[in-house]
T-cell receptor, first 115, second 112 residues
């Protein structure tokens, strides 16, 4: 079974631009979560999507948005990029239903650098 | 709100020595606890998870963790450190609303 895939793996943008990151979850997984990871802040939760609906949201400005498609693939968008948005963006999927001990499976991340 | 606290952002051990990474959780309901490992420039990989079947949980790469309800702890251990264990380790708890809360991470250095 293929793991979580994220594209692209690396991105370089300039301030003010916008960016879209993509995540394909493990087949059959309906929940997709996004995290921002930086050396100073650690792993910060952005949002979670389940069945095309945003179910949980972290404490990030409205410049950060996301969506999920009917095939569970998800995208996140960051508009008006700031230098502080430089980070590793991680996507994770999990299988809902059944055991509550289901873990999240992480993709390799997208490394975003804002110049 | 549920949360996890990892004591020690950096831990150094000698190769062959015991590894002990600490995690305490804050939860008013039965916790769903996990340990993840992250190697440089990679995503997180599950090491082990608590499933309530046993308080001592065995994971991959020789790691194990013991759930202690009285201490609200879920510390990660490995009897003998290997150079390949050098990585960042994260403790996490899952809420009933499926939101995961991660600790701030512990960077493990293994000294040859």
């Amino acid at each position: 079974k293929a793991g979580v895939t994220q594209t692209p793996r690396y991105l370089i943008k300039t301030r003010g631009q916008q960016v879209t990151l993509s995540c394909s979850p493990i087949s059959g997984h309906r929940s997709v979560s996004w995290y921002q990871q930086t050396p100073g802040q650690g792993l910060q939760f952005l949002f979670e999507y389940f069945s095309e609906t945003q179910r949980n949201k972290g404490n990030f400005p409205g410049r950060f948005s996301g969506r999920q498609f009917s095939n569970s693939r998800s995208e996140m968008n960051v508009s008006t990029l700031e230098l502080g948005d430089s980070a590793l963006y991680l996507c994770a999927s999990s299988l809902l239903g059944g055991s509550s001990y289901n873990e999240q499976f992480f993709g390799p991340g997208t490394r975003l650098t804002v110049l | 709100a549920q949360s996890v606290t990892q004591l020690g952002s950096h831990v150094s051990v000698s190769e062959g020595a015991l590894v002990l990474l600490r995690c305490n959780y804050s939860s008013s309901v039965p916790p769903y606890l996990f340990w993840y490992v992250q190697y440089p420039n990679q995503g997180l990989q599950l090491l082990l998870k608590y499933t309530s079947a046993a308080t001592l949980v065995k994971g991959i790469n020789g790691f194990e963790a013991e759930f202690k309800k009285s201490e609200t702890s879920f510390h990660l251990t490995k009897p003998s450190a290997h150079m390949s264990d050098a990585a960042e380790y994260f403790c996490a708890v899952r809420s009933t609303g499926n939101q995961f809360y991660f600790g701030t991470g512990t960077s493990l250095t293994v000294i040859p």
